[in-house]
């Protein structure tokens, strides 16, 4: 059973930093693409990054703040998040998906998907 699970997460202030975890298993996890997405009550989902091996993607709302790695030695994925902003607060989620660099964006094209956590950005 392919599995995905979150770590990570919580409450902080704005301007602080946090990183999320994902760990995987029942999958040969350096096959696959692990991307993030996040979504808020009443929003879409949005995408937030993306990462294969060392190549990244990164949703224009989060350039420049956050960063992605993938751990194919510990079938983990993070994301570390820096400057939080209140508008950053949602549940993200993790998933993995065998796809092109081209679809990394798209939801719809991941297999597998984490439980999802809550970052909330507040003073």
């Known amino acids: 059973q392919v599995r995905l699970v979150q770590s990570g997460g919580g409450l902080v202030r704005p301007g602080d930093s946090l990183t999320l975890s994902c760990k995987a298993s029942?999958?040969?996890?350096?096959?696959?693409?692990m991307g993030w997405f996040r979504q808020a009550p009443g929003k879409e989902r949005e995408f937030v990054a993306a990462v294969r091996w060392t190549f990244t993607v990164f949703g224009s709302n989060v350039k420049g703040r956050f960063t992605a790695n993938k751990d194919n030695e510990r079938d983990t994925a993070y994301l570390e998040m820096k400057l939080l902003k209140p508008e950053d607060t949602a549940i993200y989620y993790c998933?993995?998906?065998?796809?092109?660099?081209?679809?990394?964006?798209?939801?719809?094209?991941?297999?597998?998907w984490g439980q999802g956590t809550q970052v909330t950005i507040s003073s």
């Open positions: 998933a993995a998906g065998d796809l092109s660099p081209r679809s990394w964006n798209r939801s719809d094209e991941y297999q597998y």
């Open positions: 029942g999958l040969i996890f350096s096959r696959y693409v």
